[in-house]
Every structure is written in C-alpha cells, then in structure tokens.
C-alpha cells in the first residue's frame, strides 16, 4: 500500500459488465482492487459492490461498481495514466464509447482539484454527478463529499437524480439477491 501523503482523498470508480476468461463482473473488480495496489494506488477503503443497468443499452449486461479512495502523491496525470494501463491489462479496448467493457476505472475526483486539460485530463469526471451508480457507492464511503465544481454535497446530488436510476442501482448482497453475473448471463438484462 501506498503511504504517501495527500491533501485530499482521490476517488476512482470501478466498474465491470462483460466476464474477463472465467471472471465475471464482480471477480474483475476484486482483482483490479489487487491491480491498484500493486501499481501503486494504495486502497485506503472500499466500497461494497453496487448493481446498476447498462445504459445507454440497459438490454446489455447490468453492470457490478463500485467506488475507492486511494492513496498516491501521484499527479492525477499519471494516476489516470496508471489507471489506462490497468484497464488495458483486463483486456479493456477503447473504441466505441460505452460499449460494454471487462473492466472500465474512472478518476472521479483527485484532491478537489478542477481541470481541463488539452490532453484528456477533465477533473472531477465531467459526468460523475449525475450517475448514481458513481454516487451511491461513492456516499458510502465518503458520506460528506462535495462536487468541487458545483459545491453541491451528495446528499443533494444523489436527490436531484432521477428515481428510476436510484432504484435500478442497489448494493450487492453477499448472497441472496441475484447477482448481475446471474441476470447478465442468464439472458435478463435486467
């Protein structure tokens, strides 16, 4: 684990709904958590694993997510670059946007810092804020998060989302309810 300082929490979204060889969704994201911190990105605490629809096709693969706080005195620059090379590593292929994917590791938020740079780095993810299945997870672990751009608290961001996405994104028990590996792979997207 990374024990380097850092000013303020960086937060990364995982998510995962195509299986990698025998993996599925929800096996991929226990191995990237492994795959940050051997690249690095110490984990300083984890959310569970949240169910959400595939979108903008929900007839796709419902997805498995989740959200971390790392640790890293990285730039955000090479942390988004370490987090390209881990999805590369799962076999993630970037050609069409939103297409289904092994494994998708978006920087959320690094250290409240606000950019847009020429080079593809946009922080906080420009779309964060209105995916619950970014929030929700992300509420979890960090209950007092506030957009940097907006000001606005989670608990504000996660009411202004539709309900129809609230309730389409629950957490993952560990047994019990069916998992979106059962529902994508026995043909019910939902």
Known sequence: MNTGKQSA?????????????EWSPRETLARARIALEDAGLGIV???SDWHSPAWPDPSEPPYV?????????????AILDRLHAIEATFG?????????RPLDLDL??????????PDGLVLPHPRATSRAFVLLPL???????SDPVSGQSIIDLIAALPQADRSATYKL???GKLSPDHLAFEGRGD
């Open 9 to 21: 929490p960086i937060y990364i979204a995982l998510g995962a709904n195509l299986p990698l060889g």
């Open 45 to 47: 605490s984890a959310s």
């Open 65 to 77: 997510n989740a959200v971390a706080e790392i640790a890293s005195d990285q730039s955000a620059r």
């Open 92 to 100: 993630r292929k970037r050609a069409v946007r939103n297409e289904p």
């Open 108 to 117: 959320i938020d690094c250290r409240g810092e606000r950019t847009d740079a």
């Open 139 to 145: 509420a979890e672990i960090a209950p007092g998060w």
């Open 173 to 175: 028990q560990e047994s």
